[in-house]
């Protein structure tokens, strides 16, 4: 019966053969269940990825409805991982679902990350994603950064070692940034960043992917260019400026 479920992505010949085993043997940690977050878990798990750890502590508010697609309205109030958790085992139940209702810090990342093969980013701000650069780098795991504003977005892969990190191009490494009803973000957005952001995972995965350029995807003009970043020697986070 599993095997009949995932016939049509094995039929994808990026996949077949040996990806949807390399899939089903992966470990992913999503790290925010709001828009991008829920969607990136939304297709692993229906991709049949071994196990997801989602990573959350925002209850959901009707502000949310418009494009993060894993909640309804009776879900208002309840707590993102929570009602993220039940639907992801409704959509899979042979996936093994963590829910962890905490925000991620430094002083807890790397416990919390330490078990993943990839990480995904479905953060909203610049602290947040700071911390997941300086955990992946310490622990020597690759994350995909991802990012929505108003029509457009960015997806980067960062692998410790091989790639530029999120700091080796002066990525801001501190702030809240602006919060998506007064910057406003474009629901198609969030939904195009977030494939975008499993494509490049599992092509990591996959081992296919290691040169980590920056993406960057406008679904409305539309555009999407492919910028090469390169590694930076004097990298405060990845370089040997190292703090
Ligand atoms: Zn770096």
């Not at 009949?4 to 994808?12: G, I, K, P, T």
């Not at 679904?219 to 004097?234: D, T, Y």
């Not at 405060?236 to 400026?241: E, F, I, N, S, Y």
């Amino acid at each position: 019966m599993e095997m009949e479920r995932y016939l049509s992505q094995m039929a994808v010949k990026e996949i077949f053969p040996s990806g949807q085993k390399i899939i089903e043997s992966s470990s992913v940690v999503v790290v925010g269940m709001g828009g991008t977050g829920s969607a990136i878990a939304e297709v692993m798990v229906r991709m049949g990825i071994k196990k997801i750890t989602i990573v959350d502590y925002d209850t959901i508010e009707n502000s949310n409805l418009n494009r993060q697609a894993m909640y309804r309205e009776s879900d208002i109030g309840l707590k993102k991982v929570d009602v993220a958790k039940a639907e992801l085992l409704k959509i899979n139940n042979y996936v093994s679902v963590e829910s962890v209702d905490q925000k991620l810090i430094s002083s807890n990342a790397e416990g919390i990350l330490s078990k993943a093969d990839i990480i995904m980013d479905g953060t909203d701000n610049y602290d947040a994603r700071h911390v997941l650069n300086v955990a992946s780098v310490n622990l020597n795991i690759p994350w995909i950064f991802s990012a929505v504003e108003g029509t457009y977005g960015y997806v980067k892969a960062i692998l410790p070692g091989k790639t530029s990190c999120l700091s080796c191009f002066g990525y801001p490494d501190k702030g809240e940034g602006i919060s998506c009803t007064v910057q406003g973000v474009l629901p198609s957005a969030v939904r195009a960043i977030s494939s975008l952001a499993c494509s490049i995972a599992l092509k990591v995965l996959m081992d296919k992917e290691t040169y980590g350029d920056l993406i960057y995807l406008d679904v409305w003009k539309p555009l999407l260019e492919v910028m090469q970043i390169p590694r930076n020697k004097e990298c405060r986070v990845c370089g040997t400026q190292k703090d």
